[in-house]
Nanobody, 122 residues
Framework: QVQLVESGGGLVQAGDSLRLSCAAS????????LGWFRQGPGKEREFVAR????????YYADSVKGRFTISVDNPKNTVYLQMNSLKPEDTAVYYC???????????????WGKGTLVTVSS
């Protein structure tokens, strides 16, 4: 069974940086699209960023563009989300997702991780 396991969440202050990791087990995601979503308190899950398995194409939500960077390490089957200049409004549970086609909303994701909590204090 496919598993996506996120790590790297925590409590930071506004302006700090954090790097999230998503490790995929038991299969490779060649030709898949991988990405990150987040769900803040009382909010719906929203798209953050996605990347093709080759790492050649990335796409970001406007709210994180210029601050977050998504990358992939193929030999390690791991996707990263480098988050810089964090803001209190970035506080959320961050989820890793994968699918065989491009997605921009949760409905397009085939596989989900369980999430990792990021809390940004002001």
């Amino acid at each position: 069974q496919v598993q996506l396991v996120e790590s790297g969440g925590g409590l930071v202050q506004a302006g700090d940086s954090l790097r999230l990791s998503c490790a995929a087990s038991e299969r490779t995601f060649r030709n898949y699209v991988l990405g990150w979503f987040r769900q803040g308190p009382g909010k719906e899950r929203e798209f953050v960023a996605r990347i093709t398995w080759s790492g050649g194409t990335t796409y970001y939500a406007d709210s994180v563009k210029g601050r977050f960077t998504i990358s992939v390490d193929n030999p390690k089957n791991t996707v990263y989300l480098q988050m810089n200049s964090l803001k209190p409004e970035d506080t959320a549970v961050y989820y890793c997702g994968a699918a065989g086609r491009v997605f921009s909303d949760p409905g397009g994701v085939q596989y989900w991780g369980k999430g990792t909590l990021v809390t940004v204090s002001s």
